[in-house]
């Protein structure tokens, strides 16, 4: 037996959950300074170096949501109230909402486009509804996985319907990783071909082979408070740089 087939809480050695946690925000912020900041840099006064810049800031920062969709799925099947989850996920969406339009759109409020929040809330909505289905129904696998399927695509379609950041795509992203939790292997074959649209993403998935399924130190309220704060921070060195 490999490190890979051992229940993730008996592996010793590998990465934390708060380590791939960090990986995955300083990907954000690297992302997010490159399409906040050097894109109305270019904006205004276009040249190769900044256009090198932004290309090389924008492929670091896809590495992010990967890492996030799978922690959002660890947290799901660990989670003791997804209830409660799903309420803290909503509430930090909806705080978000307005750091999020002035940093993407420069208003206060632009109902066009939404937060990176309500894509994994509705992720999750989604793989909440998917597990009551294999609870009641996990005698009868066709139709369960039949059921499965309208569950994912209203989701999808939620997601297509409110523009949410990654929108539909970032559901199905997310379900994959969901469905195929059981196989460490298998997830992260899907992993990586769920999100082969957007390269370099897949390279997300060499930090997340090596997670050890412990916690690591809390920061679980540090991710939340960071992704509304930093994207305000953003909008005002955008503004105090006469970008916006």
């Known amino acids: ?20 946690k960090i990986i995955a925000i300083v990907s954000m912020l690297i992302d997010h300074i490159g399409a ?22 924008r492929g670091i920062g896809r590495i992010g ?12 099947r660990h989670t003791r109230n997804s209830k409660k989850y799903a309420v803290r996920l909503g509430v930090f969406a909806l705080i978000s909402e307005i750091p999020f339009d002035l940093a993407f759109r420069g208003k206060l ?14 992720g999750l909505l989604v793989m909440i509804v998917c597990r009551k289905i294999s609870e009641k129904f996990h005698e009868n696998r066709i139709v369960m996985y039949i059921l499965y399927v309208p569950t994912v695509l209203f989701g999808v379609m939620l997601a297509e319907f409110l523009q949410t950041d990654y929108a539909g795509i970032g559901i199905l992203c997310i ?70």
């Open 109 to 122: 409020v632009d109902l066009s486009y939404q937060n990176v929040f309500f894509t994994l809330l509705i």
């Open 175 to 244: 379900m994959a990783l969901y469905f195929f939790r059981g196989n460490k292997a298998c997830q992260m074959v899907a992993g990586c071909t769920a999100f082969l649209w957007e390269l370099p993403a897949p390279v997300a998935f060499i930090p997340v082979v090596f997670y050890n399924g412990k916690r690591g130190f809390r920061i679980k309220y540090f991710f939340y408070a960071f992704y509304p704060v930093h994207l305000f921070l953003l909008y005002l060195a955008a503004r105090f740089a006469g970008l916006l």
């Open 1 to 20: 037996m490999n490190q890979y087939d051992m229940p993730l809480q008996e592996r010793k050695n590998g990465i934390s959950g708060s380590t791939l």
């Open 65 to 76: 949501f990967p890492i996030f969709c799978f922690l959002l799925v660890e947290g799901f």
């Open 36 to 57: 906040v900041i050097v894109l109305r840099m270019l904006m205004h006064d276009f040249n190769n170096e900044l256009y090198t810049l932004y290309n090389v800031l």
